[in-house]
């Protein structure tokens, strides 16, 4: 079915036929164990429009041992036919792109060329990892001629998956494909705010010739279902993306089992101009790092560190722009789409009233918003805060909305120490025309990854994930592999 006939069925009915409403646990879509059920909502319409299974420790107990029992059975499949499985899955996402595109913008608010591309990287990720299915490898040691040692790498087991709300298939994507690469198995929890799309991966999934109770989804909120799921004794490692005080949570609930986990938080990540950068490009790659997603990313560049002498000038293109910028119904392709929720919204726009209660100058945006067409909806305008100081809120705290915080300095080493001032190290970008400037400011910049001259750039390639609070561990990659895999060495005498 196309893009325009799926659109059109929403708008025309509420919501879209065939959607799945039951948890995904060993192979099959099943009711929640206590019969509940919850809404998924709209948040460009503020409403809701479908209903899903509400889960709980039951649910997450039949998810863990239905991963549990096929564990043995996928770990030992050839690495070659898992790859095979994976790259099937990437044919299948792309053959059912534009159903999931509109799915994942209906849920999340986002615009849906957004989505799209979204749908395209997570085809790509599972067509990476079947590609690096095969090339997981153990050592050899040198223990001289009368003794033999070597490694290999095993699946650690069962993997809890823990999914954030703002990139709900892309996300599940980059964790799920490289454990069933490594030959673990799977029970994911997708955010209680968009749980479809990883309903229908595993659907997919199961469809691309996986083996049922290998990948499992239990639905539900994190206290009643992921909580369960992460502290469950069968789980051998936790991959979570999500707020800092919640990864803390789950890295306490983790040690009780002695399980691994791999933490992607929050950010505050800045993005450094230099007086020296091609300010085309600059006001381009700002734009993009803050107001992709309504700014609903973890690495979203929401601090602008710009050197003085072009401050104005920067902040005025970027006002200029920001304001011109149309925000509405993901559906309907806007330049900016909606807010997660209404609470989420709440939270956005108090931030901002507290910095115009502190004076700090705004120089675009600032308000709420509604979709123009209907009314109605979650939004923010996209918003400029200028010339803040260090220790103001929207400069030390991650806001997860449309709102860019400026900080004005002087120089490289000025620079550096301002883009280090939070306590979160996810990611950086750098605009500079100096080569040697850029990449003394990358090695200096406490960051995961740090762009240089195009805000996003890389792929699933690159390793990602964070520092001091932004967490540990990286996902992409094969870097991520490492956290699927557990390395057993054995040595034999032979002489």
Known sequence: MSTETLVGEYFASGTLSGLPSGHFIDGTFVAASGGRTMETFDPGAARPYHAFAAGDAGDVDRAVAAARQ???AWGRTKASARGAVLLRVA???RAEAARLAVVESLDSGKALQEAEGDVAGAARCFEYYAGAADKIQGDTFPLGVDYIGYSIEEPVGVTAHVIPWNYPLSTAARSIAPALAAGCTVVAKPAEQTPLTALMLADILARAGLPAGVCNVVT???????????????????TFT???PTGIRVMQSAAANVTSVVLELGGKSPVVVMADADMGAAVEGVLGAIYENAGQICSAGSRLVVERGVHAELVERLAKRAASLRLGHGLRRPQVGALSSAAHLDKVAG?????RARGVTIAAGGRRATDPQSGAGWFFQPTILDAVTADDPVIQEEIFGPVLSVQVVDG?????????????GLVAGIYTSDFGRAHRMARDIDAGQVYINEYFAGGIEVPFGGNKLSGFGREKGFAALRSYTRTKSLTAKIG
């Open 412 to 424: 490289e080493e000025e620079a550096v120490a301002v883009a280090n001032g939070t306590d979160f």
């Open 70 to 72: 096929a564990q043995r």
């Open 91 to 93: 044919e299948l996402i």
């Open 220 to 238: 539900g909120t994190g206290a009643e279902a992921g909580g369960p799921l992460v502290a469950h004794p069968d789980v051998r490692h936790v």
């Open 242 to 244: 999500g707020s800092v």
């Open 351 to 355: 931030y901002v009233e507290g910095a």
